[in-house]
């Protein structure tokens, strides 16, 4: 029992060893998160025709505060875009990240706060950390996936 107890660990760890990270050209991938009125949002209802940008985040993060801050600064370039925020926190932890450190995008008309209580972002994404962004073209597939908070300049540019 010991044994099979042990060989179900080491494969479980080796294939999150082995996982990759999105590939630009991958399809974005079917969702189901919630609006703060409880109401669902699926990622089919993202548009086509127009670029979205999703940005996974975690409200006690300082490097998610940190990017929201640096988005937040560069509202102009972020205009255009379909502009998705999706934490696994509550609305609550949610609100107030949004109004410390992302205020300007809150009065965005392109920009949405979603939760994941449902916990699907982790395993459909695939994210590596907190925060990741993941910048889709107007066809709905992958232009970049980044977690690295250096890369949001180059993730604004792509978004023009």
Same mark, same amino acid.
């Given at each position: 029992m010991k044994k099979l107890f042990f060989s179900l660990l080491i494969t479980a760890f080796s294939i999150n060893a082995f996982a990759q990270a999105p590939t630009p050209g991958t399809a974005l991938p079917k969702a189901i998160f919630y609006k703060e009125d409880g109401k669902t949002f699926s990622t089919e209802q993202i548009p086509k025709g127009k670029k979205s940008l999703i940005m996974f985040?975690?409200?006690?993060?300082?490097?998610?505060?940190?990017?929201? /801050? !640096?988005?937040?600064?560069?509202? *102009?370039? $972020?205009?255009?875009?379909?502009?998705?925020?999706?934490?696994?926190?509550?609305?609550?932890?949610?609100?107030?990240?949004?109004?410390?450190?992302?205020k300007p995008l809150k009065a965005m008309k392109n920009v949405k706060t979603l939760q994941d209580k449902d916990y699907v972002f982790i395993p459909l994404f695939q994210p590596k950390h907190y925060p990741s962004l993941y910048l889709y073209g107007a066809?709905?597939?992958?232009?970049?996936?980044? /977690? !690295?908070?250096?890369?949001?300049? *180059?993730? $604004?540019?792509?978004?023009?």
């Open positions: 985040f975690d409200a006690s993060c300082d490097h998610c505060q940190k990017v929201a /801050g !640096n988005l937040s600064k560069d509202t *102009k370039q $972020l205009s255009g875009v379909n502009f998705y925020l999706v934490s696994q926190d509550v609305f609550r932890s949610i609100n107030i990240f949004m109004d410390t450190y992302a066809d709905k597939k992958l232009i970049i996936f980044t /977690g !690295n908070e250096k890369d949001v300049p *180059k993730v $604004l540019k792509l978004a023009k």
